[in-house]
């Protein structure tokens, strides 16, 4: 979701959070205790070569968490998402050019307790031989010129945007609990530039922005499993019309469950625009509907996203989809032009896209503010 939206889903979860699952641990080794909601993933984009996960923690006070190979030190991070007992360290760990030696990352925790004693805490992480390719897929615009917004990286808004569960939910397989999902994590913002600038004229209105209207396209054919068609446009850039909740975050929207089980989803899309209904078998490249300006969008945009769904769960509810953890995924060729600042569209008057380079990138995906064309 464009501009903003890191003001608007971290309150979310500080404002959610609340008391813990009933369901307690038994005979904890700690009185810190972690958890992660998905195991971790290799991601690889145009800034590197990544190993992603997040770890959830309770604990009373938290300072950093060191990370370790074969004792030697590979990342420390204090950067938590924090509420009350409750942290999430959204960890992206350059990888090792020709992997790890000792299969595992010992976590050294360093806290307080209940009663402000400091300690420390060791959480040991298995590292895989191998980890699964990110399925490959296609853009979801047409051909052009495109500011991949708050693309996969360790500092994008998607990287931290949680939507928390009602009460963090104990799991006895990992003694630990767990907060909330987040489904976008390598989510791309899309939008089109044209003389190195979104719009035409001042943008105040929404057929200023190039990529206003625009088709959507299937990144991968599947079945279309959940639709929303009837959200209104938020009608001015840089305002919201109403109120945002978990009702309406991601607009007018389309899922598509993908073959292989990982779920394809287009938000914000103009209302009455989309062309498929739930059940329709959907090939690559076969338009959706129109790129628009609904729900938490603070002017025209397409936010695309995938999501693991490992226990074929269903999307019976719009607020369904929004808990589910996502998949990284790559491109088979697109060429970066540069990048811009990150924000860059959130402070006009804004200053037009000069290329900066012209490589040509393959089976990867884009970094935050990334500008490629394909």
Not at 150 to 172: G, L
Not at 362 to 368: F, G
Request: net charge negative; glycine share 6%.
């Amino acid at each position: 979701m464009l501009f903003k939206i890191k003001n608007i889903l971290i309150p979310l979860l500080l404002t959610t959070l609340t008391a813990c699952n009933i369901s307690e641990p038994h005979n904890p080794a700690s009185d810190l205790l972690t958890a992660l909601p998905s195991p971790p993933v290799k991601v690889i984009n145009t800034s590197g070569t990544w190993l992603v996960y997040d770890i959830h923690i309770k604990v009373s006070s938290l300072q950093k968490v060191e990370i370790y190979n074969d004792n030697n030190l590979q990342l420390s991070y204090s950067n938590f998402i924090t509420r009350d007992d409750l942290h999430i360290a959204n960890i992206w760990l350059p990888y090792a050019e020709e992997g790890w030696e000792m299969k595992e990352l010992v976590h050294r925790f360093e806290y307080k307790d209940a009663e402000g004693i400091a300690k420390q805490y060791d959480f040991t992480l298995k590292i895989e031989e191998e980890y699964p390719d990110p399925i490959t897929i296609d853009f979801p615009v047409p051909q052009g010129i495109w500011l991949a917004e708050a693309a996969a990286s360790p500092t994008s808004y998607h990287t931290r945007a949680i939507f928390p569960y009602s009460e963090p939910i104990f799991d006895p397989s990992q003694q630990g609990y767990l907060i909330g999902n987040n489904p976008q994590r390598y989510a791309i913002d899309y939008a089109k530039l044209v003389d190195g600038l979104p719009y035409r004229n001042d943008g105040s209105q929404l057929e200023d922005w190039y990529c206003y209207n625009l088709p959507i396209l299937a990144s991968q054919g599947g079945k279309v499993i959940f639709t929303e068609n009837q959200i209104p446009d938020n009608l001015t850039p840089g305002q919201l019309d109403y109120p945002i909740d978990a009702t309406n975050v991601t607009g007018n929207v389309v899922y598509i469950a993908h073959d292989d089980g990982s779920i394809g989803t287009y938000c914000h899309l103009i209302p009455n625009t989309i062309l498929v209904e739930v059940g329709d078998r959907i090939e690559t490249g076969q338009e959706l509907g129109r790129l628009g300006n609904s729900g938490n969008s603070f002017a025209p945009h397409l936010h695309m996203h995938v999501l693991t769904n490992p226990e074929g769960e269903e999307i019976l509810d719009y607020t369904d989809g929004l808990y589910f953890e996502s998949l990284p995924y790559k491109f088979s060729q697109f060429t970066k032009l540069g990048a811009l600042p990150p924000g860059y569209l959130d402070e006009p008057p804004l200053t037009p896209f000069t290329p900066t380079t012209n490589e040509i990138y393959t089976n990867v995906l884009p970094s935050e503010s990334d500008v490629i064309e394909f």
